[in-house]
């Protein structure tokens, strides 16, 4: 607020007080924050019932394993060549085009040997591959 002398010409006063405006946006922020949760949760909707489902658990997923000492195992029966593993792994996407693999691989045995059995997977036809590990 400024003060004048009763001998100064009487002048414009060009100060805005911003205060009530800075009040009144914050309520109106306020507004929409309380509001805004509500908005979404008015609709009403009567959604149809169904009979629940249990999902389908007889296609359990491969397990593909290798060992410390670099041995190959699918569903516990090693394998020495990664030909032989191909062709079994072939004849399971056969049969069940949505094969799934968990690979189950030692944390010494050599990355190049974990890359090798994954290409072979890959080459039999089968793009639902997992990595198994423990939790720390």
Not at 12 to 36: F, G, Y
Not at 39 to 51: D, F, G, H, R
Not at 73 to 83: A, D, G, Q, R, V
Request: glycine share 2%.
């Amino acid at each position: 607020m400024a003060l004048k002398s009763l001998g100064d010409e009487p002048e414009t006063l060009s100060e805005i007080n911003v205060t009530p405006l800075v009040d009144v946006m914050l309520v109106l922020v306020i507004i929409l924050l309380v509001t805004a949760p509500l908005l979404t949760q008015s609709v009403q909707v009567a959604l149809p019932k169904t009979v629940s489902t249990t999902p389908d658990v007889t296609e359990q997923p491969l397990q593909l394993g290798i060992d410390a000492q670099g041995v190959i195992t699918l569903n516990k029966i090693p394998y020495t060549e990664l030909s032989a593993l191909e062709n079994t792994l072939k004849d399971a996407v056969a049969k069940n085009p949505e094969v799934a693999v968990h690979l189950y691989a030692d944390q010494r045995i050599a990355y190049k040997k974990v890359a090798e059995v994954m290409t072979t997977v890959q080459h039999a036809g089968i793009s639902k591959l997992a990595f198994v590990t423990l939790e720390q």
